[in-house]
């Protein structure tokens, strides 16, 4: 009888075989690799490349093809000679990240799928396991170490407090759940192709970010400009200092910790970070009293951060483009109020503050060493180029339209990324 336990719940049709299995060990062993450091490696130049663990948990995709990432070379003043030849990767090695601060990245891995004849070694905090069975096909491997029962396994083996390891003592004894080698070819030909769509969503939403960037460089810069209803010119953008098209006024103040968590809705300042305009879904809540001076934002405001741990953040601007009820804004930023949302409208303005010519000159107002701070009252000094009400609306629709496309990709993006969840969770024992 076949053990039930030893199936997965979503099953191509023609296979009924019980799944086999196998401990780490039995599939893999363990090969040398190296503990260079960022600083000995180079994008530029060199004759071997290196897999640091940091681009295992934040950049390549599980199954490594080296013709679609960017690999650091190894600097080419260390000595290559004592790299032994067993530890130069092979198509179908696994590269295992054994240290993590989070439980859901320790023991990340990827498949070696095409190394296109280059030369490339493991680096710093990974191990290599090579295969040694021809149970394991090659490209099973990047989605079965992706599994539940997999994941489980690794974070149970996981030790240590601020940093996470593991050790390959304790990775060669988890348990694999392998199907025959046909089986194997057609869930990895099945799954391939979810990340392909995946992988053609992300560079569509790339490229589409990449254009947005240049057009709103040469929007603001007036290199390209738009027409009126009557297709002649608009008029001339206007040079005016912040100080004198709006007012500023102060986020919360007075508050502890213990006063947030329930209460009256506010902006929070990392909401200002993520995004140009203001997410309502992910405000706040903090007790006010009905009795404290404190102010309420609206329609058309604008929120600056003020402190920020790198020059290039300092002075972020995110616009509330929703009407709200009595909503707070956060320490650590403040609004800023036009005296007139024709003269600065709105949508415009979402663009305006993180437009590169904008941009540029907030950030030489940054103060500070290891945490960067910024003056309002400078801020206001500075200048602006405003266009007439008609053709701001017109840059902004223009903008927005593609903010719209870039985000209904993102949805399709996260869509496919949650059916290749499930389908790893149902796919596999």
Known sequence: MVDVNLIPDL?????????????????????TTNSYSRDNLNYENGTVKNIHYGDIHTKFNSLFDITEELVPYINEEIDISR?????????????????????????????????????????LHTFLARKESSEVIKGFASFLMKTRMVRLA??????GTKVLGISTGRLAQIPLLIPQPEEQEKITSFLSAVDVRIQLLQKKKAKLEEYKKGV????FSQEIRFKDHNGNDFPDWEEKKLGKIGATFNGL?????VDFGEGMPYVQYMQIFSNSKINVQE????????????????????????????????????????????????????????????????????????????????????????????????LMKLPVLLPKEEEQNKIADFLTSLDDSIESIGVEIEGSIEYKKGLLQKMFV
């Open 216 to 219: 709103m460089q040469k929007l």
């Open 253 to 257: 103040t007075g508050k502890t910790k």
């Open 154 to 159: 690794v974070m149970k083996i996981a030790q």
């Open 283 to 378: 405000f706040g809540f903090v007790r006010v009293d009905e009795n404290e001076n404190q102010n309420k934002v609206q329609y058309g405001d604008v929120f600056f951060t003020t402190s920020s741990e790198t020059p290039n953040e300092i002075g972020t601007a995110s616009v509330m483009l929703e009407e709200v009820g009595d909503v707070y804004l956060n320490s650590f930023c403040f609004g800023f109020r036009p005296n007139s949302l024709t003269e600065l409208v709105p949508q415009f303005s979402r663009y305006l503050f993180r437009s590169e010519l904008f941009r540029r000159e907030v950030i030489k107002l940054a103060q500070g060493s290891t945490r960067f701070n910024m003056s309002k009252v400078e």
């Open 83 to 123: 790299i032994s030849e067993d530890s130069y990767l092979q198509e179908g090695d696994l590269i295992i990240a054994d240290a993590s601060e989070d439980y859901n990245d320790i023991g990340k891995a990827i498949e070696v799928f095409n190394l296109n004849n280059e030369r490339v070694v493991a680096g």
């Open 11 to 31: 099953r191509f049709p023609e296979f009924n075989e019980n799944w086999n299995q196998k401990r780490f060990e039995e599939i893999y062993s363990f090969k």
